[in-house]
């Protein structure tokens, strides 16, 4: 019954949602209401991403805040939204580098740094989707979605088009944007704003969830079924690999797999189909077989 009228909405896609896995940044005024929406939508698997706390200032704008002034954010968070997987991190350059994304249908951005937006954007532009300025502005109308180099009228934006330029990046990916101008030069900030910017983050992220279509170069091994039971196989440049959700680690099993058009696992056997051929990798002598 709870996702009863989303359901009725989204039809068959909303077995999309359910399996999907978002990476959520930032749980502030905008990741906030951002988790609200994808928790309320069905999204099946939610990771958030912060190390900030609650204080005083955020309870103009940010969901529950009032209710754990001290708390972690992500902590906190959890008592709200039971299903959620929590890391409490520090998002800088570092992390986004040592970090792996390969497990995430999408990456949601709603931190306030610059070098770690540029970093994700290096990183994962095919499936991010980021956040730009929202404070010092009171008008929820003039918030937009383009790619990022088709962003205007906010200088954070401004900003973050002109170092991924000065890098040479070229890419596209989607990013949230008001054309308004700053109100004021000190802080300031309207939740019927900074809740649009994450209203509209989970709208962009449902969006992208239904038009992703099925990787034919990925599958997973059933607990039970024999050798690896529970974990993902996926090729990615040319390279089998297994991930672990346990350990969120990725290991390389077979390299040079050039040219694949799908892959699927019965017990031990892994096979890889191409054009003209199989390939069958024995997950227990690690190794293929004729």
Known sequence: MRYERIKNLLGEDFSKLEDAKV??????GVGGHCLDCLSR??????????FDSYDLSNQNRQLWSELHEGELKVEALKKHYP??????????????????????????????????????AQKCYKKLISSFGCAKRLDPTKVHVDDVF?????????????????????????????????????????????????????SE???????????????????GDGCGGGRDFFIKDETLFAYDETSKESMIL????????????CGCIIT????????????????VIN
């Open 23 to 28: 990476l959520l940044l930032g749980v502030g």
């Open 41 to 50: 939508s069905g999204v099946g698997e939610i990771t958030i991403v912060d």
């Open 83 to 120: 299903d959620i997987k929590i890391i409490n991190a520090h998002i800088d350059e570092e992390w986004v580098q040592n970090f792996n994304f390969d497990e995430y249908d999408v990456i949601l951005d709603a931190i306030d740094d610059i070098k770690p937006k540029l970093a994700l």
């Open 150 to 202: 088709k962003s205007y009228g906010d200088k954070f934006g401004s900003k973050i088009r002109y170092e991924l330029r000065k890098r040479g990046f070229k890419k596209k990916y989607k990013v949230i944007f008001s054309s308004e101008e700053a109100l004021v030069k000190d802080k300031g900030s309207f939740i019927g704003v900074t809740a649009t910017f994450g209203l509209v983050l989970c």
């Open 205 to 223: 992220a449902i969006k992208m969830i239904r038009e992703k279509k099925a990787n034919p170069l990925t599958c997973r091994g059933i607990i």
């Open 254 to 265: 077979l390299e040079g797999v050039r040219d694949a058009k799908k892959i699927n696992k």
């Open 272 to 287: 890889i189909e191409y054009q003209d051929k199989r390939v069958k990798f024995d997950l227990s002598q690690m190794s």
